[in-house]
């Protein structure tokens, strides 16, 4: 039934809902400027709207990009398991690569932004562990793969404790340790790919909804990919001012945006394949949580790193290294030893990870309002 399926081309993806959508976002954020530079009316009213119009264009775009990247990997042959640890990871995170990347290339000339990206990028690790995969177990509780736990699970600990370890030295991560954050990354993309036969019988994935989509030739899969990519770039550089622009409005740490405001923003392709996930398949969910939280402390804040290097300022310091750091590692700790009992996350428990995450919200504007101080 499924050769025998129409292949969609481009004549149908210029109707297809998600190019459309992308589309519109685009085009309002240029309307928005044109609006605010012709009349003169510059409020942070008009940083917020172009802020919220960027981020959804950034979603629509890494998703757009998401389904061209599966497609080809698709047409490529690749095995399905592969291309959800390997692609699907990957164009996940591109929000947060996106945005990280674009953050690091202002650095040497606004020194603050390296906060943005730092906790940008631990603030989506820290979504990702706690709220997405609370919502997620709250809508559907899942039992856990042991293979996923003590693999996927182990390394992205790991990936989190080395990141924590290069920021912790100095005060900074500079290019050699973002070098090795990327080459621990390839090192781990590559057994994946060597393994991969060994690993889809080990990991029985049937019906992963996180690969599988809709018939569109070669052509289309590419364009989705060019056009998702070049969007998702425009929105990223975007996103990063606005967000810049309201933390200096309101006087709110550069470091508290990011974690907040892009950490949820840049997590939503997680949560919306993670909960479809958790629909069809038990413990897809839970590894396309981890592997995106293997991307993003590896490869994302790796190539930011490679940009320029990522010094904490003295005004940031606090906030990451007393705040936002610990309570990453913590929620990292507490999902995978919920995880680990009876390898069966219940909905207690994803109630549990939302609340973590509330705590540490109010942790943030306690400090922020100077109520705690280190």
């Known amino acids: 039934m499924g050769s025998e399926e129409k292949v969609m081309g481009i004549a149908q993806l210029l109707h297809f809902q998600t190019l459309v959508t992308t589309g519109a976002l685009f ?24 802020a919220c119009l960027a981020l959804g264009l950034l979603i629509y775009s890494a998703d757009f990009f998401i389904e061209g990247a599966k497609g080809l990997a698709r047409r490529g042959g690749l095995p399905e398991v592969v291309i959800g ?22 650095v040497a000339v606004k020194p603050e932004v390296a906060d943005f990206a730092i906790g940008g990028i631990l603030g989506s690790i820290f979504v990702q562990i706690t709220l997405v995969m609370g919502i997620v177990v709250v809508n559907k509780g899942l039992k856990i793969r042991e ?15 080395i990141l924590t370890f290069f920021l912790l030295t100095e005060h900074t991560l500079e290019r050699w340790e973002s070098m090795i954050l990327v080459t621990l990354y390839i090192v781990y993309i590559s057994w ?15 019906d992963d909804v996180g690969v599988r989509g809709s018939n569109w030739s070669v052509a289309a899969y590419f364009i989705m990919v060019v056009c ?21 409005e309101l006087n709110v740490p ?17 949560l919306t394949i993670a909960l479809m996930a958790a629909r069809r398949s038990q413990g897809v969910a839970i590894g396309t949580l981890i592997g995106s939280n293997i991307t993003d402390p590896l490869l994302s804040i790796g190539l930011a790193g490679l940009v320029h290097p990522l010094p904490i300022t003295d005004a ?25 009992t009876s390898y069966e996350f219940k909905k207690w428990e994803g109630y549990t990870l939302i609340a973590l995450y509330l705590c540490f919200l109010i942790a943030l504007t306690a400090y922020n309002r100077s109520w705690i101080a280190f």
Not at 35 to 45: C, I, K, Q, R
Not at 229 to 234: D, H, I, R, S
Not at 254 to 270: C, D, F, K, R
Request: with cysteine; aromatic share 8%.
């Open 147 to 161: 293979s996923w736990l003590k693999r996927d699970g182990l390394i992205m600990l790991l990936s989190v404790l």
């Open 85 to 106: 640890l390997t692609i699907v990871s990957i164009g996940t995170s591109l929000p947060e690569i996106l945005v990280t990347t674009t953050a690091a290339s202002d």
């Open 228 to 248: 998702g990519l070049a969007f998702a770039v425009f929105a990223a550089h975007h996103l990063v001012e606005q967000a810049r622009l309201i933390a200096i």
């Open 27 to 50: 085009l309002g954020i240029i309307a928005v400027q044109l609006f605010s530079s012709e009349a003169g009316y510059d409020s942070l009213l008009i940083t917020f709207i172009i």
């Open 192 to 206: 994946l790919l060597t393994n991969r036969k060994e690993i889809q019988l080990e990991e029985s994935l049937e």
């Open 254 to 270: 550069h470091a508290i945006v990011g974690t907040t405001v892009s950490g949820i923003g840049t997590s939503l392709p997680e």
């Open 316 to 340: 940031g310091y606090e906030q990451i290294v007393y705040l936002i750091i610990p309570f990453t590692i913590l929620g990292c700790f507490v999902a995978l030893l919920m995880m680990r």
